[in-house]
């Protein structure tokens, strides 16, 4: 079934406050059984999808990767898809850290992205200013987590959530009240 949604994205820093080079899991303050809930809730969805989750024992700082992902949004659009798809196997299936510069250059490349994106990307304060947009937008709007999925001006789904719950947000938006 095909529905007539536009997608758009929105860039957010959850944890800005994080280190380039990462910090332990436990420093977010999620009790152990919580964190060990969500992990294997994760983990069980990302079966379902062929999608294997490497153990996290440290959280990185996205801020470079998003300014990365900006940049290829506006100068390489036929390598952004495939940019945020290795972004996201770097840090959830690889266990990288997607903070550190040696590792984005080398995610930048393999994507496709011309020879100096991601110093384009770092230093172009344009990039920067997008990215403070979008996360005042965000915030404004509440997201407190990644990826939120807002479905009409009904549905706000936040999180790794099942696909069965977004078709069903998609039928309710589109039959109407």
């Given amino acids: 079934v095909a529905y007539p949604l536009s997608v758009e994205r929105i860039f957010t820093e959850i944890h800005p406050e994080t280190p380039a080079r990462g910090m332990p899991i436990e420093s977010l303050g999620y009790p152990p059984e919580r964190w060990a809930r969500m992990t294997e809730t994760i983990e069980r969805m990302g079966e379902e999808e062929n999608i294997r989750f490497a153990k996290r024992t440290f959280t990185t700082n996205?801020?470079?990767?998003?300014?990365?992902?900006?940049f290829?949004?506006?100068?390489?659009?036929?390598?952004?898809?495939d940019l945020n798809e290795r972004l996201f196997r770097a840090y959830f299936s690889e266990g990288r850290n997607i903070g550190d510069e040696r590792v984005l250059r080398e995610i930048a490349s393999e994507s496709g992205l011309p020879a100096g994106s991601a110093e384009r990307a770092w230093t172009e304060t344009t990039f920067e200013e997008r990215l403070k947009a979008q996360g005042k937008i965000a915030s404004a709007s509440g997201v407190t987590g990644v990826p939120t999925f807002v479905i009409g001006d009904i549905f706000v789904l936040e999180g790794a959530v099942p696909l069965e719950l977004l078709i069903h947000a998609a039928e309710k938006v589109r039959s109407g009240p």
């Fill in 72 to 81: 290829a949004r506006e100068f390489a659009p036929g390598s952004f898809e």
């Fill in 62 to 70: 996205s801020h470079r990767a998003l300014l990365l992902a900006e």
